[in-house]
């Protein structure tokens, strides 16, 4: 059986922030998105060098409601070429 080859990660958490304990869902990606204004650049040269760029987060529900992303994020993340992606339980 073929082994996977490993794949670098970078992570960034805010487990314990204040961030961390926002109640709107819509909060995760807008550090990240603040962090990768004016970055498009440096973005497409990181995405021609074979990596992917990705956000992801981890979600407990709680019950009903859950995130969400407003159009304005999605433009952004699009333009970029990110995928976000939640990890829900």
């Not at 498009?40 to 979600?59: E, N, P």
Request: proline share 8%.
């Amino acid at each position: 059986m073929a082994r996977e080859k490993p794949r670098p990660t970078w992570n960034r958490s805010r487990r314990g922030s204040v961030w961390g304990k926002c109640l709107r869902p819509v909060q995760p990606v807008r550090p990240d998105l603040a962090a990768l204004e004016g970055k498009l650049d440096s973005v497409q040269k990181i995405q021609r060098q074979g990596c992917t760029l990705d956000i992801t987060s981890y979600w407990v529900s709680t019950g009903q409601g859950g995130p969400w992303l407003m159009p304005e994020q999605m433009l952004k993340l699009g333009r970029l070429g990110i995928s976000v992606w939640w990890d829900v339980y």
